[in-house]
Nanobody
Framework: QVQLVESGGGLVQPGGSLRLSCVVS????????ITWFRQAPGKDREAVSC????????YIADSVKGRVTISRDNAKNTVYLQMNNLRTEDTAVYYC???????????????WGRGTQVTVSS
């Protein structure tokens, strides 16, 4: 059974940092790409960052470039999203999702986690 479970969200002040985790199970991470998406209230879901499960290939959306790092630990079946210098506009539910090729398109992803809430507020 394929599962993706996000954690690490919470309330943080502007300028703060958070590290989100996506623990995957039911498939071999090496053969897939994992993408982090986010969805703010009233807005479309947008891609944040994508990582290959087998090499160092990563993709970062322009909206977060310079503030976000994606990484993975295959031994732990976990993909991380380190977010620094957080802004109020980063407030959203963050999801991780699986695809078999690198893509920021929603339709390319076949399994999704339930999300973790990130709130940036003073």
């Amino acid at each position: 059974q394929v599962q993706l479970v996000e954690s690490g969200g919470g309330l943080v002040q502007p300028g703060g940092s958070l590290r989100l985790s996506c623990v995957v199970s039911g498939f071999t991470l090496d053969y897939y790409f994992i993408t982090w998406f986010r969805q703010a209230p009233g807005k479309d879901r947008e891609a944040v960052s994508c990582i290959s499960g087998s090499d160092d290939t990563t993709y970062i959306a322009d909206s977060v470039k310079g503030r976000v790092t994606i990484s993975r630990d295959n031994a732990k079946n976990t993909v991380y999203l380190q977010m620094n210098n957080l802004r109020t506009e980063d407030t959203a539910v963050y999801y991780c999702a699986r695809s078999d090729h690198p893509s920021f398109g929603l339709e390319a992803h076949d399994y999704w986690g339930r999300g973790t809430q990130v709130t940036v507020s003073s």
